[in-house]
């Protein structure tokens, strides 16, 4: 069992920067995956980026190449993700999850792919 509480939402202006943070419970968290997803109401939930248990498997959308950095520290159970460039478009609420990492260099990229979500936490990037 994994527990996550997603941390370090905000208001910021276009073009500002915020860091998320994203702390795990549990002894084995660098056997999981990691990943960030984000939603806006009526819509589904969106990959934003993720990383292998080790962190030396990576990937991001598209759309936040450049811009998203996600990173994580296995010695403080916490998965970051540094947004910098904010645009108003990114507005959403943020979650990250967590799913036991079970071999490959595939990195899951739907939500029904992950087992474990933290609570969310609102990022609002004003024009």
């Known amino acids: 069992q994994v527990q996550l509480v997603d941390t370090g939402g905000g208001l910021v202006q276009a073009g500002g920067s915020l860091r998320l943070s994203c702390a795990a419970s549990g002894r084995t968290f660098s056997s999981y995956t990691m990943a960030w997803f984000r939603q806006v109401p009526g819509k589904v939930r969106d990959f934003v980026a993720a990383?292998?248990?080790?962190?030396?498997?990576?990937y991001y959308v598209d759309s936040v190449k450049g811009r998203f950095t996600i990173s994580r520290d296995n010695a403080k159970n916490t998965v970051y993700l540094q947004m910098n460039s904010l645009k108003p478009e990114d507005t959403a609420v943020y979650y990250c999850a967590a799913v036991y990492f079970s071999g490959g260099y595939y990195l899951p990229r739907l939500p029904s792919e992950y087992d474990y979500w933290g609570q969310g936490t609102q990022v609002t990037v004003s024009s």
């Open positions: 990383i292998s248990w080790n962190g030396g498997n990576i």
